[in-house]
């Protein structure tokens, strides 16, 4: 059981360089997440998606985009990346309850110089 | 959306009891409260939830005020492997997770 699988591990991206982050589940989870992570802080929400084709953004949206074409799928795309965006990022899926766990990735650390 | 509000670090002996505090008092009726923790260089994990009654489980208790501002996480013995960053989190009608800075357990062997 996989569970939340994400890829890379790790990126080095020069400033203004697109990417993409993948991020794929084998829970039939409908809710899907992504989050950064700077240090010493906590996780903040950059776009969601209740159920394939449906997408939001969450707190810090700007510079990303994502799409939701499958319910296993949740890519994260960075458009011209910034040194700002330097920062490790999650993905998580749950079911579509607000009284259940949620599981996350192992992370992707991305650095932009 | 107000964040919750924990300390940003206690610690432990080794094989006590911890109880980890967290203040949630702009808390909405339908919000559950989370509790997941984070071991250095991983994704957070979940540990438990609960809207009104105190939880348990294998790995902890969750104790919530009856009026629901604030809530508890026990560990009921730390071990070393219990060391990490405890996240409380409030979990809205969208499914969405409201985090904090959370609370770095330090437990001393």
């Known amino acids: 059981n996989a569970g939340v699988t994400q890829t890379p591990k790790f990126q080095v991206l020069k400033t203004g360089q697109s990417m993409t982050l993948q991020c794929a589940q084998d829970?039939?989870?409908?809710?899907m997440s992504w989050y950064r992570q700077d240090p010493g802080m906590g996780l903040r929400l950059i776009h969601y998606s209740v159920g394939a084709g449906i997408t939001d953004q969450g707190e810090v949206p700007n510079g990303y985009n994502v799409s939701r074409s499958t319910t296993e799928d949740f890519p994260l795309r960075l458009l011209s990346a910034a040194p700002s965006q330097t920062s490790v990022y999650f993905c998580a899926s749950s079911t579509r309850t607000v009284n259940t766990e949620a599981f996350f990735g192992q992370g992707t650390r991305l650095t932009v110089v | 959306d107000a964040k919750t509000t924990q300390p940003n670090s206690m610690e432990s002996n080794e094989e006590e009891p911890v109880h980890l505090p967290c203040n949630h008092s702009?808390?909405?009726?339908?919000?559950?409260i989370h509790w997941y923790r984070q071991l250095p260089s991983q994704g957070p994990e979940y540990v438990i939830h609960?809207?009104?009654?105190?939880v348990n489980n294998r790995m902890a208790s969750l104790a919530i005020a009856e009026d629901r501002k604030s809530s508890t996480l026990i560990l009921h013995r730390a071990t070393l492997r219990d060391a990490a960053v405890y996240y409380c989190?409030?979990?809205?009608?969208?499914?969405?997770?409201?985090w904090g800075a959370g609370t770095k357990l330090i437990i001393k062997p």
């Open positions: 989190i409030r979990r809205d009608s969208n499914y969405q997770l409201i």
């Open positions: 609960g809207l009104t009654s105190n």
């Open positions: 829970m039939n989870h409908e809710y």
């Open positions: 702009t808390i909405s009726g339908t919000d559950y």
